[in-house]
């Protein structure tokens, strides 16, 4: 049984477009328990009782094995302890486990409602939502930003990740194979402008068949921050109070850098306004023409010419 009479919510869309900004924002309404990144291939065995081997794994009814199971209890915020205990490697694991099972706990004594924030779920959404009957919100930023983002980090995506998971491809990527398969392990901004491309294609076609799903551009939270998240917490049913609000005020403040440290990279703290034209002066002007180029046809989809000035 699920911790809340009320429908649980998944923060999704691709990596790097805000997505622990939103979830951590939405889960300053009290009566949420936010649950980070169970489909990481690096996540805690507390949290979810099962392996990832993939990158953006993709759910399916075919294929959904013990990911069913293991999410049930999740939902239901069973923390499995001994499989945290015997995966402990540092003093740093020891306070995760910690806090998760302090999350897990409270989320179950004082049914709170689930709020996972994942953006490796991407791909999966209409499982959680027929499985599970999830809300969820779609996170999308400028393509120029995401790749300037990934450039700046230099964090790159092994192709294998995606093309070994043949539901995946059959479903939603076979169309990209070619293009996967010939592209270069050290070109990250080809990597992260086909990434983009795929990612919201694939969500726009899930959207037509999901119209309850919620879609945000970064950039619309970043310049109205208050006025965004409150109709966020007005269209999932949550509580917007003075705490809340200050939260957000606090989140996207002018006082805040301008951009994160790379050693900071998932705070939540920044100047949103000040953080829209940093990937004018991480790209360069021919790259920013390759990504214009690379994800036209899905961009325009969502932002209009002007916003590539």
């Known amino acids: 049984m699920i911790g809340s009479e009320r429908k649980p919510i998944l923060v999704t869309g691709a990596h790097r477009t805000g997505t622990t900004w939103v979830g951590k924002l939405l889960a300053a309404d009290p009566a949420c328990a936010y649950i980070s990144e169970p489909l990481n291939v690096h996540h805690r065995p507390g949290v979810l009782g099962t392996r990832v081997r993939h990158w953006y794994t993709y759910v399916c009814d075919e294929n959904e094995g013990d990911y069913y199971r293991s999410f049930l209890q999740l939902l239901a915020y069973r923390y499995h ?24 706990t409270a989320g179950r004594l004082f049914r709170r409602r689930p709020l996972l924030k994942d953006p490796f779920a991407v791909f999966s959404l209409a499982w ?124 996207s403040s002018s006082e805040n850098p301008d951009q994160l440290s790379v050693g900071r990279v998932h705070s939540v703290r920044l100047d949103s306004r000040a953080n829209l034209g940093n990937w004018k002066r991480r790209l360069d002007a021919d790259e920013i023409a390759r990504v214009r180029n690379l994800t ?8 209009p010419e002007e916003d590539w000035n």
């Open 296 to 303: 036209a046809d899905v961009a325009r989809l969502y932002y």
């Open 81 to 104: 302890v001994r499989a945290e205990l015997a995966a402990l490697r540092s003093g740093r694991d020891v306070l995760r486990m910690a806090r998760d099972a302090g999350i897990f």
């Open 128 to 251: 959680f939502v027929h499985r599970f009957d999830f809300q969820i919100v779609v996170t999308v930023r400028h393509p120029a930003a995401f790749v300037g983002s990934l450039k700046r980090l230099n964090w790159s995506l092994d192709f294998q990740d995606l093309l070994q998971q043949p539901h995946l491809m059959r479903d939603h990527l076979e169309p990209y194979r070619v293009a996967m398969e010939s592209q270069a392990a050290s070109d990250v901004v080809g990597q992260a402008s086909l990434l983009w491309a795929m990612i919201y294609h694939c969500l726009h076609a899930m959207r037509e068949r999901l119209p309850s799903v919620l879609l945000v551009r970064h950039e619309d939270l970043s310049l109205h921050p208050t006025e965004g998240f409150e109709r966020l917490y007005k269209a999932l049913d949550l509580d917007f109070s003075p705490r809340a609000q200050r939260l957000v005020i606090q989140s």
